[in-house]
């Protein structure tokens, strides 16, 4: 099994930034790419950024020259840079693993919220 926990959420005025981070564990050979989604209250849970073991990126239009990801693969571990956040940014984040890139992910963090004010 995969295990995969982020940190780094909190709130933030509009126009700062914030740097989420996602570690996984366990079996982690099983996943060749990993990424980020948010679900904002009352809203279906969308993908944010991907990228992929050898390191190719993907990014919604929505947060594209504003968020970077990055993953140092020593430590398991893949970021979430995100700069000039916006308040519909606010969302509960969630890291995921993808076993096939670009599927549906087969791996879930618990989720964390990031909450951004005027």
């Known amino acids: 099994q995969v295990q995969l926990v982020e940190s780094g959420g909190g709130l933030v005025q509009a126009g700062g930034s914030l740097r989420l981070s996602c570690a996984a564990s366990?079996?982690?050979?099983?996943?060749?790419?990993m990424g980020w989604y948010r679900q904002a209250p009352g809203k279906r849970r969308d993908l944010v950024a991907t990228i992929t073991k050898g390191g190719s990126t993907y990014y919604a239009d929505s947060v594209k020259g504003r968020f970077t990801i990055s993953r140092d693969n020593a430590n398991n571990t893949v970021y979430l840079q995100m700069n000039s956040l916006k308040l519909e940014d606010t969302a509960v984040y969630y890291c995921?693993?993808?076993?096939?890139?670009?599927?549906?992910?087969?791996?879930w963090g618990q989720g964390t919220q990031v909450t951004v004010s005027s």
């Open positions: 366990g079996s982690i050979f099983r996943i060749n790419a």
């Open positions: 995921s693993g993808h076993r096939n890139i670009g599927t549906w992910p087969d791996y």
